[in-house]
């Protein structure tokens, strides 16, 4: 909003907010679409999405992690959180234990409210931000019942290792707790990190594990609306009623497009993601030669995630959304508090921009400091 009003009053507005590639879709699947309305593919689906485009979801996901999932194992969706809604209001009754990280992306916890459940925060500041089975461990109570786990994670950009991630769901299902495994930013990891899919797991483990897919970040597809839930098929069954008894389905022609984008060549995702790498490796170190502030390297994801305490002291600012407030109100850059995401003294800084954008954010954000500290 202030930023809508900053820009009409035409201050060049620099927008480090943005939690969407900032690259056109791609134009194959931009084809499939436009034959999917040639054909007239524009009347209702079944309620769970067309048998071809479920079948294309097992297909992607097996061969990249050796899974076996069925097409009744699938449900398209309308983008990665409406899959999360449907799991979370699908399992969770009043007084239901959700586990979260802290901080985390800001729709969990309210779906958990939405559903009435109780939401219990796993702390990862001491641990750099990354989940482990021992932090979850200590957070487990008898009336837990789910975990949503986010790896890469929006806010923190931080990818959990495979092995501490098996680690991790082994202590949620040997506690009986069904697990979320959001997988929105699947694909943007940058090595040595690895692509890490709860579909890598073994059948024993997968039986209480949904994915939440979705297609808007890898493919540059966030205005289609077009997602997926994978898992063990009772909970999948449920989602789908939720699913027929409200939105209905997804869109017919972003369907078309889905199975364009994940049968298609993956070149389109590898260009982003080194795009991604070579803004977050000119960021980062840019942020942390500002005094008072540090930043771990992203490991996946497009979110700078620096600890601005520092800066936040010498500056005067109490909170940092009161740093974030002046950064955008008097130097026209946005950035997302980190108080929004339950981390106080952090800010999120998409590098979903350009360089020359990026750089001259970092220019504006030196130039605050210099301000506040002359
Ligand atoms: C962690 C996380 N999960 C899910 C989503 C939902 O994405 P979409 O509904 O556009 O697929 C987002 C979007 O920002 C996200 O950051």
Request: aromatic share 8%.
């Amino acid at each position: 909003m202030a930023a809508e009003k900053l820009r009409s009053q035409g201050v060049n507005v620099i927008d480090l907010g943005v939690g969407e590639p900032d690259f056109p879709t791609p134009e194959h699947i931009k084809q499939a679409a436009k034959q999917a309305l040639d054909e007239n593919f524009t009347k209702y689906t079944a309620a769970s999405g067309i048998a071809p485009l479920r079948q294309a979801v097992c297909d992607y996901m097996n061969s990249n992690f050796g899974s076996d999932y069925t097409p009744e194992q699938c449900c398209a969706v309308l983008g990665g959180k409406q899959g999360l809604f449907n799991a979370v209001v699908s399992l969770i009754n009043p007084g239901d234990e959700v586990l979260l990280e802290k901080p985390c992306w800001v729709s969990f916890p309210e779906m958990a409210h939405f559903a009435e459940g109780k939401v219990v925060w796993v702390d990862t500041e001491s641990t750099d931000f990354h989940l482990t089975a021992d932090l979850v461990k200590a957070a487990i109570t008898p009336k837990s019942k789910l975990i949503i786990i986010n790896s890469p994670s929006n806010p923190t950009g931080r990818v959990i290792d495979p092995a501490e991630y098996r680690k991790i769901i082994e202590v949620a299902v040997e506690k009986g707790l069904w697990v979320i495994s959001d997988e929105c930013y699947l694909q943007f990891v940058y090595p040595p990190h690895k692509v890490n899919s709860a579909a890598q797991l073994p059948p024993e483990l997968r039986a209480r594990v949904l994915i939440a897919g979705s297609l808007s970040k890898t493919y540059a597809m966030t205005g289609w609306r077009i997602g997926f839930t994978l898992g063990p098929k009772e909970w999948v069954t449920e989602i789908v009623k939720i699913q027929s008894q409200s939105a209905t389905h997804a869109a017919s022609i972003a369907q078309k497009a889905a199975i364009a984008a994940l049968t298609a060549s993956q070149e389109s995702v590898k260009e982003m993601l080194a795009e991604f790498q070579r803004r977050g490796d000119w960021l980062i170190p840019a942020l942390n030669k500002i005094p008072g502030v540090t930043c771990g390297k992203p490991e996946g994801a497009f979110y700078a995630f620096p600890n601005i305490k520092g800066l936040m002291k010498n500056c005067g600012f109490a909170t940092s959304k009161e740093a974030a407030d002046e950064l955008l109100l008097k130097y026209g850059v946005v950035t997302t508090d980190g108080a929004a995401f339950g981390a106080e003294g952090y800010v999120r800084m998409s590098y979903a921009n350009s360089l020359e954008a990026i750089q001259e954010a970092v220019e504006r954000i030196k130039q605050m400091v210099a301000d506040r500290t002359k």
